[in-house]
């Protein structure tokens, strides 16, 4: 008969280190003698400990943690990183299946999770989207491992949301793309004042200013000034550095979290250039209001001089001595004539009376004077381009242009030379006038004046056409041809160039507006004055200046005209209800005290009767500038100062002209 088997013997062990305990264990289990179950116990104390040290690392664990039940996959346990991250309670997950709350946005992709893991093992770096409470969907990488407690199989889920992390890789991208994409130079240096970064457009840069390194191109003292901004955290700003005949500006701003320095650079040159200009226009603006000002005053006495000139030549049997007295007289009324008119042109207030006209015929006309004022000494010469188009253009001013011109030349050629004036048709396209700071796309007639002198200095050539600039002696020049000649050509709407070498010579290029050559038959060109005689009509005087208002009636009255006068339009228009219809003419200023012009009078009065004459007068004026003369209104304006003969030729022009 069998002996029963004895039962084993079971034995537990408390204490002592693991080692030790996995030693005694093992010793008794090799014992022969009997069977022995080997139970390794370890005290409460540890087992509270060990549990309490798991749950503080499950809790403070920063990524989300989630310990699931495999048979059901309900939630055991979650740590505070994953409440967070899901956006739910821990009492609203424990207990819950994941089935039931959806974490994941496509269901397939946690079940195919599952058959991986069903057979053990583990996953990890897992992309999963995982869905939170609020339905934010959230890209991110999962551990996950499949284990067993006391005979439990649970499902450990270690979750880090990706999200945050691609959304500040995308911002860091779209940073570094604003300097690389910026067309702004961009450039940085280190604590030590090395160049660390720089984009394109800063390559493109130093290529345009002719520099091969980019080295090359860094100011000087950069090094010092990398290192001030980074010790002080103040930006260096507008750094200004010259590369040839490029002005660049330098700003440098520290990054001191980075201990890096960040700079911009940009080529000012243009900008400074542009400035230049706009003071210089502004100083012309200045000089020329002070210039129209005293103009405008010196005409109205210019008027008086010459009227009673005229007069005291009209009565004539004066002794010899007083007439050669009174001719000196009105010599030096001429000459100061002159004189305000260059000041009218500079301003570019006076009143451009254009006409249509051919240039040709203005330069011809102006040879014979032009052979004296250059003397025998210098050679001049002539060549006019074929089929020239004509110009809409005031005659007298573009004579002063090529006189100023020639006398220029004559001066810079004291032992002779040549002077050579040409007259072409020119047209430019778009890209041809960007070559040229002033010059615009369209049709031209371009006045050139070549010479052989000694040429201008290149320091010289961006002041010649200020006023008063001059390179002369004291005593040989006024400083205002040059800058009248720009305030002239500016006032037909055109430009003015300059190309000149020391000692070769200079070359002006004047460009006037054309006209289309099928207007050529409507061309004007002057005749000579024939002088008219008086005659017995009524004329209305609109002048506020008393003396110059005088001197009109005492000629018009010696004419054989009636003459009506009054200081301002309120006044003409009371004289015009009370005699209007005895009125044949109004000769009136064109800007008068009172708040009504001349223009605005005149329309009043032809409202009233369209056959009146009218004829305009004016020394100066901002109004008189606008005022713009046609082939009709060239016979309706006097300019200020004028002569007896100048008004009465000008009162029966337009009195015997058609409506």
Not at 159 to 188: C, G, H, M, S
Not at 612 to 624: H, N, Q
Request: aromatic share 6%; charged share 25%.
């Amino acid at each position: 008969m069998n002996e029963p088997l004895p039962q084993p013997l079971r034995v537990s062990i408390t204490g002592g280190t693991t080692a030790e305990r996995e030693l005694v264990r093992a010793q008794i289990a090799a014992l022969p003698a009997h069977p022995v179950v080997v139970e390794l116990l370890v005290n409460a104390e540890q087992v509270t400990a060990r549990e309490d040290l798991f749950r503080r690392l499950f809790r403070s664990n920063p990524v989300a943690t989630i310990l699931l039940r495999w048979s059901d996959l309900a939630v055991i346990d979650v740590n505070p990183a994953f409440s967070q991250f899901a956006g739910y309670a821990p009492e609203e997950l424990l207990g819950r299946s994941v089935r039931e709350l959806d974490f994941f946005v496509e269901r397939s992709q946690g079940a195919r999770l599952l058959d991986q893991l069903r057979d053990g093992g583990a996953l990890r770096f897992v992309e999963v989207q995982f869905k939170t409470k609020p339905g934010e969907r959230r890209l991110s990488s999962g551990f996950f491992e499949r284990l067993q407690l006391e005979g439990v199989d649970y499902l450990l889920g270690m979750i880090v949301d990706e999200t945050e992390r691609d959304r500040a890789a995308a911002e860091i991208r779209k940073l570094a793309a604003f300097p690389e994409l910026n067309p702004n130079p961009v450039l940085e240096f280190d604590a030590a004042g090395v160049l660390s970064y720089f984009n394109s457009a800063a390559v493109l840069l130093a290529q345009s200013v002719g520099v091969e390194a980019l080295d090359r191109l860094l100011p000087a003292d950069h090094e010092a000034i990398v290192a001030e901004a980074l010790d002080t955290q103040r930006p260096r700003l507008r750094h200004e550095t010259r590369c040839g005949a490029r002005t660049l500006s330098w700003s440098f701003y520290p990054i001191v979290p980075l201990n890096v320095v960040h700079c911009y650079v940009g080529d000012i040159t243009e900008k400074l250039q542009l400035e230049e200009q706009f003071r210089q226009s502004q100083k012309m603006e200045a000089v020329g209001q002070l210039a129209g000002g005293v103009a405008h005053d010196f005409n109205n006495l210019l008027t008086i001089i010459q009227m009673q000139i005229s007069m005291l030549k009209m009565r004539g049997g004066l002794p010899e001595e007083t007439a050669g007295g009174i001719e000196e007289i009105s010599h030096a009324a001429e000459r100061a004539s002159n004189l305000t008119r260059q000041l009218l042109t500079f301003s570019r207030r006076q009143v451009k009376a254009a006409k249509n006209l051919d240039p040709s015929d203005i330069v011809g006309g102006m040879t014979k004077l032009l052979r004296r004022v250059l003397g025998e000494d210098v050679v001049l010469e002539s060549r006019f381009g074929p089929e020239l188009p004509i110009i809409f253009a005031d005659r007298g001013m573009i004579e002063q242009v090529l006189m100023n011109l020639a006398v220029n030349a004559r001066d810079a050629m004291p032992r002779g030379g040549r002077l050579l004036i040409e007259l072409d048709a020119v047209s430019l396209d778009e890209a041809q006038a960007k070559l040229h700071s002033q010059a615009r796309a369209g049709n031209f007639v371009c006045l050139c004046v070549s010479d052989t002198g000694s040429g201008i200095a290149p320091e010289h050539l961006a002041h010649i056409f200020e006023p008063f600039f001059t390179t002369k002696e004291v005593g040989k020049g006024t400083g205002l041809g040059l800058s009248i000649i720009y305030a002239v050509v500016r006032q037909h709407d055109g430009w003015v160039e300059v190309e000149s070498r020391v000692g070769a010579g200079t070359r002006f290029l004047v460009y006037l507006p054309a006209l289309e050559r099928a207007k050529r038959a409507a061309c004007d060109f002057p005749a000579g004055a024939e002088q008219l005689p008086g005659g017995c009509e009524t004329i209305l005087v609109v002048e506020d200046e008393v003396a110059v208002r005088a001197v009109a009636r005492m000629a018009l009255r010696r004419l054989g005209y009636t003459v009506l006068e009054a200081a301002n339009a309120p006044a003409a228009l009371r004289l015009w209800g009370e005699l209007g219809d005895r009125v044949d003419m109004l000769f009136t200023d064109i800007v008068m005290p009172g708040g009504m012009s001349g223009h605005e009078l005149a329309t009043r009065l032809q409202l009233q009767r369209p056959e009146l004459k009218v004829l305009f007068c004016s020394g100066y004026s901002r109004e008189a500038a606008l005022f713009e003369m046609s082939e009709r209104a060239s016979v309706n304006y006097l300019p200020k100062p004028y002569k007896a003969g100048d008004l009465a030729v000008a009162v029966r022009r337009c009195l015997s002209a058609e409506n």
